[in-house]
């Protein structure tokens, strides 16, 4: 499957985005999509995912509470949304697939940079 991120942008603190990740080359079915990402100097974190079939999300301390994560079963495609951004939001986001839970990412989106001013 190829992916391909898109959505991110400039944002002033407390505004929101919403990330996409379109999936190509075959259905998402029984896969798993996360989203990573990256800041400057700073290793790669995982932030959240979301069970193809199943539609369960899981959310990382940084997002939870403030992110939506959805999928849009008819375009292939999934979405991060975040809210009430802040700069230390600002990084590279890139998004994944895993086969089932096993939890090896094997495809991986080009990464959209999301930049949080102040």
């Known amino acids: 499957v190829q992916l391909q991120a898109s959505g991110g942008g400039l944002v002033q603190a407390g505004e929101s985005l919403r990330l996409s990740c379109a999936a190509s080359?075959?259905?998402?079915?029984?896969?798993?999509v996360g989203w990573f990402r990256q800041a400057t100097g700073r290793e790669r974190e995982f932030v959240g995912r979301v069970g193809w079939n199943s539609g369960t999300t899981y959310y990382t301390a940084s997002i939870k509470g403030r992110s939506t994560l959805s999928r849009d079963i008819a375009r292939n495609t999934v979405y991060l949304q975040i809210n009430n951004l802040k700069p230390e939001d600002t990084a590279v986001y890139y998004c994944a697939a895993a086969l089932g839970a096993t939890g090896k990412w094997d495809s991986w989106g080009q990464g959209t940079l999301v930049t949080v001013s102040s």
């Open positions: 080359g075959r259905t998402l079915n029984a896969y798993t």
